[in-house]
């Protein structure tokens, strides 16, 4: 259920704006027509423009208002009226029964239609269109101008085809930017930008899978930024949350694009390594405590450490069972004093570089 305060999205807003172009566009269009079918002397078809200017201008009215889905509806119902009464007067040769397969398109764009009726009416609109060939087939053009009915075919097939191809480029073109931006949302912490812990454990599902398959080292390594929460009550939140983003980008900088970096809680990362014997993991992220000693973090006048644990994955053993391997070997390291490395296996840790 949506929130009273929330604003239309991003397809929604350019529908909008497509519609109120389109129908100012029609209405315009119908008020030549009137002029035109008075001047042809067909009056009954300058009334009906008459009316279809009515009908535009009273749609324009509700998308002002936001009734959206009844104008889209009124809007409908004008053009598939109107080009029926046209084919029954002048017949199927000025190719007035292309704007019911607008109509049918135009439907399904109306959101608070359900699909099944939606999806109704349009397969009606289209039966309508086949079903007029039938019943005006007999219906011939008998006024003036009679050597322009196949430019007035001409136009009319692609003022119905081409705004059709548009709008679908349109919505297909926004559909694509919103997916990226939804997958973004859901596979990263929106203050580091690494993965997150759900879609983290996606990807180590999968790394593990292969290395298993390929007879490869995987290690898995827990790190934890040490004293942070003393950093936060000397420096404030914010300044926190800057150092939370300056370490994702040293980790970054000194992992591969194979690894799987994950912010795992508060100030807690996961970083897992495929293809990788524990001794060069160990190398790796030893380097990498290493930077984060030696980074520059801006308006903070004291070095951020952290403390890490690691330990080789082996065959058939779950992903909880590693992860509590390496989680016990970054436990080990705060007890011996932060700022280094414990592999799980040895629970060898690296001496302190400051
Ligand atoms: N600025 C900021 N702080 C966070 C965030 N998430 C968690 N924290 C803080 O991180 C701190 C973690 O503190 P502790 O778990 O006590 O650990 P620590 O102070 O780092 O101590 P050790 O891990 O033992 O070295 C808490 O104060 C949390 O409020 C965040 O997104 N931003």
Avoid at 81 to 108: D, E, K
Avoid at 264 to 275: A, H, K, Q, T
Wanted: charged letters at 15%; a neutral charge.
């Amino acid at each position: 259920m949506q929130h009273p305060h929330s604003q239309p999205d991003q397809v929604e807003q350019v529908k909008l704006t497509l519609l109120k172009r389109v129908a100012w566009y029609c209405l315009s269009l119908h008020a030549l027509l009137v002029i035109l079918f008075f001047a042809l002397s067909i009056p009954i078809l300058g009334l009906l423009n008459v009316l279809s200017v009515l009908t535009w201008a009273l749609g324009i009215y509700l998308l002002n208002i936001q009734h959206r889905s009844l104008a889209l509806r009124l809007f409908s119902a004008e053009v598939a009226i109107h080009a029926i009464i046209v084919c029954a007067i002048l017949g199927m040769q000025l190719g007035f029964q292309y704007y019911l397969w607008t109509v049918s398109c135009l439907l399904l764009l109306d959101n608070n239609l359900k699909l099944k009726p939606a999806v109704g009416v349009s397969v009606i609109m289209i039966t309508l269109f086949a079903a007029m060939h039938i019943w005006f087939a007999d219906v011939t053009y008998k006024y003036a101008y009679r050597d322009w009915l196949q430019y007035v075919h001409f136009a009319n097939v692609l003022i119905c085809g081409i705004p059709m191809i548009f709008t679908i480029a349109l919505i297909r073109d926004v559909t694509m930017a919103q997916r990226q931006t939804l997958t973004k949302l859901a596979a990263r912490d929106p203050l580091t930008q690494m993965y997150n812990r759900r879609y983290a454990q996606e990807l180590i599902t999968h790394a593990k899978y292969h290395c298993d398959e390929n007879h490869e080292e995987l290690c898995i390594i827990m790190a934890d930024i040490d004293h942070f929460k003393q950093i936060n009550d000397d420096y404030g939140h914010a300044q926190g949350d800057e150092i939370l983003k300056r370490v994702a980008l040293v980790i970054a900088s000194h992992t591969r694009p194979v690894d799987i970096c994950a912010r795992w809680g508060g100030e807690e990362f996961l970083i897992v390594m495929p293809n990788t014997a524990q001794v060069d993991a160990l190398a790796r992220v030893d380097k990498l405590r290493y930077a984060i000693t030696h980074e520059i973090f801006e308006h903070f006048d004291s070095t951020v450490t952290m403390s890490f644990g690691l330990t080789m994955w082996p065959t058939k053993v779950g992903f909880y069972e590693a992860f509590q391997q390496a989680d016990n070997a970054l436990y080990t390291s705060k007890e011996n004093g932060r700022n280094q490395v414990t592999t799980a296996s040895t629970l060898y840790a690296v001496p302190n570089i400051r």
